[in-house]
């Protein structure tokens, strides 16, 4: 069975830092790329963050770059996302995704709240 569980997410207030994990397990998570989606109370989910099966190649949201940074841990089925000078506007629940690279097979984590105010 395959689980992708968050943690991390909290109550912070604008121009503070959280950093959001998600373990992997029931796949071989170095073939997997993984990612982080997020969806604000009334809005579609939207693209965070990518990152490539060997940790090399990121890709960003643009209103993020310069403030959020992927990463994993291959070792640990781990991956995370750090998330410095947080706004208001960061405010979502935050989803862990991964896909099998080259394949359809895609999953997705339960969320975990991030809501940035003062």
């Known amino acids: 069975q395959v689980q992708l569980v968050e943690s991390g997410g909290g109550l912070v207030q604008p121009g503070g830092s959280l950093r959001l994990s998600c373990v992997a397990s029931?796949?071989?998570?170095?073939?997997?790329?993984m990612g982080w989606y997020r969806q604000a109370a009334g809005k579609q989910r939207e693209l965070v963050a990518l990152?490539?099966?060997?940790?090399?190649?990121?890709t960003y949201l643009d209103s993020v770059k310069g403030r959020f940074t992927i990463s994993r841990d291959n070792v640990k089925n781990t991956v995370y996302l750090q998330m410095n000078s947080l706004k208001p506007e960061d405010t979502a629940v935050y989803y862990c995704?991964?896909?099998?690279?080259?394949?359809?097979?895609?999953?997705w984590g339960q969320g975990t709240q991030v809501t940035v105010s003062s």
């Open positions: 995704y991964g896909n099998k690279v080259g394949t359809w097979n895609e999953y």
């Open positions: 029931g796949i071989i998570f170095s073939g997997y790329g």
């Open positions: 990152i490539s099966r060997d940790g090399e190649t990121t």
